[in-house]
Nanobody
Framework: QVQLVESGGGSVQAGGSLRLSCAAS????????MGWFRQAPGKEREKVAT???????TYANSVKGRFTISKDNAKNTLYLQMNSLKPEDTAMYYC???????????WGQGTQVTVSS
């Protein structure tokens, strides 16, 4: 069982930055694919960014060029650096782990990001 705890959310004005962190209960990041998802009220859940075991990344078109996903295997921590935030980035952000990049998923409890115009 993997436990994930997100932190770093908050309220910022448009154009601002936040860095989300996701701490894992064990040494999972060097053996799992990881991702950040978000869900706004009344909207579908959206995959924001992913990072695989070697460190290759993918991004949703809506955040490309503004968000950066990274991980520190030694600290068992996943990050999402969010710059040039927009009101449409307002959502609950979740960290997800896929051990062995398989189908099993572990989710964190989420951290709220609110961007005001």
């Amino acid at each position: 069982q993997v436990q994930l705890v997100e932190s770093g959310g908050g309220s910022v004005q448009a154009g601002g930055s936040l860095r989300l962190s996701c701490a894992a209960s064990g040494s999972v990041y060097d053996t799992a694919c990881m991702g950040w998802f978000r869900q706004a009220p009344g909207k579908e859940r959206e995959k924001v960014a992913t990072i695989n075991i070697p460190g290759s990344t993918t991004y949703a078109n809506s955040v490309k060029g503004r968000f950066t996903i990274s991980k520190d295997n030694a600290k068992n921590t996943l990050y999402l650096q969010m710059n040039s935030l927009k009101p449409e980035d307002t959502a609950m952000y979740y960290c997800v782990a896929y051990p062995g990049c398989g189908t099993t998923q572990y989710w964190g409890q989420g951290t709220q990001v609110t961007v005001s115009s």
